[in-house]
């Protein structure tokens, strides 16, 4: 764990991290640092803080450290963390609410996968399912990626596992009311977290 400056922590960073767990659903006073969750992560060896890492400096109330992680980003929702956390502490869920976090704040530290998240919402959004050869080919052109992919897409064209047709659910308009209400949502929360802190000022 590298150290911090702890002079930087103030009662508004500390209220900060805490509104993430809260959105978590996660009581950081569980985390007793055993770091289990660390040692069944699959991407922890790219991640630039541990995921017990994560749950600590939340804990500090170290919130530039953590809007500032490649981490949630990186993580990929796979829940083993949280499946393997003796007190229950949903790891998988505050790296969520970490990622959404620092999207609101413009942090964004790692593009692509903003860039990605956006697109692939978007796509299912429309479609009700991912396309995934658009996904790419939106993904690439937006994160100035172009030739990424070009070699695996001609070979999977050729072996017919990608078409250019696209796919549509028949209940893709659920689909679409159900993202666009999670969106609604989460905008309102945020504007009322925003509200919040405007009025304890
Ligand atoms: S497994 Fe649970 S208690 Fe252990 S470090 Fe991770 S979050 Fe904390
Ligand atoms: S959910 Fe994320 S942090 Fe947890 S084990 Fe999976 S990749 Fe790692």
């Not at 890492?53 to 939340?58: A, K, Q, S």
């Not at 804990?59 to 990186?74: E, F, H, S």
């Not at 949903?90 to 704040?105: F, G, N, P, T, Y």
């Not at 159900?178 to 802190?197: G, I, T, Y």
Request: proline share 3%; aromatic share 4%; net charge negative.
């Amino acid at each position: 764990m590298r150290s911090i400056d702890l002079s930087g922590i103030s009662d508004a960073s500390v209220q900060a991290c805490e509104e993430i767990a809260k959105d978590a659903g996660v009581n950081l006073k569980d985390c007793y640092q055993c770091g289990k969750c660390t040692a069944g992560c699959p991407l922890a060896d790219s991640m630039d803080l541990m995921p017990r890492e994560v749950i600590r400096y939340l804990q500090l109330g170290a919130i530039d450290v953590v809007l500032d992680a490649k981490t949630p980003w990186i993580c990929a929702q796979c829940v083993v963390c949280s499946s393997r956390c003796p007190q229950n502490v949903d790891i998988c869920s505050a790296m969520r609410a970490v990622r959404l976090a620092s999207k609101h704040a413009g942090k964004r530290p790692l593009p692509e996968a903003d860039i990605f998240d956006d697109e692939f919402i978007a796509n299912v959004r429309v479609h009700g399912v991912s396309n995934e050869q658009y996904l790419a080919a939106a993904y690439n052109l937006k994160s100035l990626h172009f030739m990424q992919d070009m070699g695996n897409a001609t070979r999977m064209l050729k072996r017919g596992m990608v078409g250019v047709s696209m796919h549509n659910t028949k209940g893709r308009a659920n689909v679409a009311a159900l993202v666009d209400r999670a969106l609604e949502a989460d905008a309102a929360r945020r504007a009322q977290s925003d509200e919040d802190k405007g009025g304890d000022e």
